[in-house]
């Protein structure tokens, strides 16, 4: 439909923009709205009117019941269709307890990581977190840190169960170094080079 750049003629083609959608056969029931609700299509305005009572009253109502049946079954069909395609890639969500340890996906905290120098580099999760609180089963509470400044409610597809690390793996975190309000880290030697 035509707007002006005002758009200020939004309302003289309303009526006809309802119409064009109450007469288009939609892609998941096959048939247009006016028919599924009213049993046939609409009036175009220069077909003659019928005079005098109705005799297929019967007919009408046996056509809007058939009608109503195939859409119906349509409907059935695209919903089974979209639940497919939407729950291929989705699978069962781990069961957390209180007190287990997670791991928070770094993909959405970007605003937080402005300060790293490039974003390949950085470490794809943070943590290991707490469980302070089991929302639902697509929500849990974390006890962060005060420096992430995130909601502590998080959807389970942004953690992960936290692994401990491997027997003579280094387990303590060397001591950071605060300069000019960055937290950075001492070298000892560079092993190698490009």
Not at 77 to 86: F, L
Not at 142 to 167: A, D, M
């Amino acid at each position: 439909m035509f707007i002006d750049h005002r758009q200020e003629q939004w309302l003289e083609w309303l009526g006809t923009t309802e119409f064009a959608y109450n007469n288009k056969v939609h892609s998941s029931t096959w048939i247009s709205p006016f028919k599924a609700n009213h049993g046939q299509d609409p009036r175009m305005g220069f077909e003659g009117r019928k005079k005098g009572k109705y005799t297929g009253a019967e007919k009408f109502i046996e056509k809007m019941k058939e009608i109503q049946e195939k859409t119906k079954a349509a409907l059935g069909k695209a919903q089974e269709d979209m639940k497919k395609y939407a729950n291929r890639k989705r699978g069962e969500a781990d069961d957390y307890r209180v007190g287990d340890l997670v791991i928070l996906s770094t993909k959405d905290l970007k605003y937080q990581m402005v300060g790293r120098r490039t974003e390949k580099l950085t470490e794809r999760f943070m943590g290991p977190y707490k469980i302070k609180k089991i929302i639902s089963s697509n929500a849990v509470e974390l006890k962060l840190s005060s420096t992430i400044k995130i909601h502590l409610v998080v959807n389970v597809s942004k953690i992960h169960r936290y692994v401990g690390q491997v027997e003579g793996q280094r387990k303590e975190q060397p001591a950071s170094v605060i300069i000019k309000g960055e937290e950075e880290w001492e070298v000892k030697r560079i092993l190698n080079k490009r």
